[in-house]
């Protein structure tokens, strides 16, 4: 075995997850593992979702010590650091890649790690698996040297699909239909998100988007229809209906082979017009999820998320239109964020009406201008190695029983609980002010 790929999230020991019981396969170490082993080198997936840290040390403990290549998220750093530890005590390279780890070599460096890869991780993995120089590897922090510029792969097309057949599908499937009835597989068409919203970490493929060809999507559709039989499928994308033309070269295509499948996917408002609707319609989506964000123009503003109110709402209503259900997020706490914002939120959630809607409280994730901007601000609650950056807290900010009660207003169903919310909120904001004064 040349390398070893894991991930660290245990679905065991998420309680939200249990509760909503929705996961997927990790199409990132999925894709690394299919391009390496076309390259002829020997890979070994641990998926820890339906595993144990036990079962993944007691392979660390037994098997002779090679390459672990570990994927790290913004959720899973403990679990990644544990992890580490424990596999370079046994003997272990350990590489570590993923949205997290660039954001801080320095400090996985320190814990261990031999390298951390920046970006896409195919050539950077390649190029260390083959003993390239140092100097020759793209992406990649090594003890005492900084990265290169991270080289992404140009085509998307000439990769193989993510290795799904070497984990077991089967039971992502088995916990979605025992919980929803339903069982959804996912699959990516293009990597990447051009756009510029200040929050958004860009780590992994930077700020470019490339599409596979809709032939080499709805092929590997075809077949993972066939194989697995889902009854609905996850199109990941960071923003599915970017780019019109390949949407109408895609709808083609699946109508050619006599396709229709349900599906859900994200995209942004301002890339959804009447036929785009009409489209998503016609291939079977049922749900679109939309990052509104807020209801207030001067708070997307300072986001930089290059949309309008006035799209959103008319994005959601061309969608309810042809029968595609909606789903929101909206942030708290933006940098700036006033009570006439969240009143504005309330007001824009009541006119979109959306079928389901998240809130949670803005964070700043280490390597984007909203980082950059609150950094001053920033309290770290605990120790690095034990929390996250969703976990920092920023000086100023609201206590959590302000955003509660803003929580409380967008789920009001009467006047009197919106009226008994915002009073709520007028009290916990008052008392901010108070704070701040003295």
């Not at 997850?17 to 002829?40: D, N, T, V, W």
């Not at 951390?116 to 005492?144: D, H, K, T």
């Not at 949670?360 to 984007?368: A, L």
């Not at 609650?381 to 609201?398: F, L």
Request: proline letters at 5%.
């Amino acid at each position: 075995m040349d390398l070893l790929l894991t991930h660290g999230y245990f679905l065991q020991e998420d309680p939200k997850e249990l509760q909503i019981m929705k996961p997927y396969a990790p199409l990132g170490i999925l894709y690394l593992s299919s391009y390496l082993r076309a390259r002829g080198f020997g890979v070994e997936i641990y998926d820890s979702t339906f595993g144990s840290r036990e079962a993944l040390f007691r392979i660390l403990e037994t098997e002779p010590p090679s390459t672990l290549g570990l994927y790290v998220n913004l959720m899973t750093r403990a679990n990644a650091l544990a992890i580490l530890e424990r596999a370079v005590a046994c003997g272990w390279r350990v590489i570590v890649g993923g949205p997290e780890p660039s954001n801080y070599a320095d400090r996985y460096l320190e814990a261990g790690a031999h390298a951390v890869v920046a970006g896409e991780g195919e050539l950077a993995l390649e190029a260390i698996l083959r003993g390239s120089p140092r100097s020759a590897i793209p992406g990649v922090y090594f003890s005492g040297g900084e990265a290169g510029p991270p080289r992404l792969i140009p085509d998307l097309d000439a990769q193989p699909w993510p290795d799904r057949e070497r984990i077991d599908i089967g039971m992502y499937l088995r916990a979605w239909r025992e919980r929803h009835g339903t069982g959804s597989v996912s699959l990516i068409t293009a990597r990447g998100c051009p756009y510029h919203c200040r929050w958004c970490s860009h780590s992994t493929f930077g700020k470019t988007h490339r599409r596979r060809s809709p032939v080499a999507v709805v092929n590997e559709l075809e077949w993972i229809l066939g194989r697995y039989s889902p009854d609905m499928l996850w199109l990941a994308d960071d923003v599915f209906t970017i780019h019109h033309g390949w949407l109408d070269q895609y709808t083609a295509e699946m109508k050619r082979r006599a396709l229709r499948v349900p599906f859900e996917c994200i995209t942004r408002a301002d890339r959804v017009n009447a036929r785009v609707a009409a489209q998503l319609a016609e291939l079977g989506c049922f749900r679109v999820w939309i990052g509104s964000e807020s209801g207030s123009q001067r708070i997307l503003d300072r986001m930089e998320r290059g949309v309008t109110v006035a799209q959103v709402r008319e994005a959601v209503g061309q969608l309810r239109q042809h029968g595609i259900q909606t789903g929101m997020f909206f942030m708290w706490g933006y940098e700036g964020e006033e009570l006439e914002d969240i009143e504005a939120t309330y007001a824009h959630l009541k006119a979109c009406r959306p079928d389901l809607f998240f809130t949670t409280v803005s964070y700043p994730i280490k390597g984007t201008p909203y980082y950059d901007e609150v950094a001053p601000k920033l309290v770290q609650v605990g120790p690095w190695e034990a929390t996250t950056d969703r976990e920092s807290k920023i000086q100023g900010r609201h206590s959590r029983r302000f955003y509660q009660f803003a929580d409380q207003l967008l789920r009001s169903e009467t006047a009197a609980e919106a009226e008994k919310a915002r009073e709520g909120l007028k009290a916990a904001w008052s008392e901010v002010e108070a704070f701040v004064r003295n």
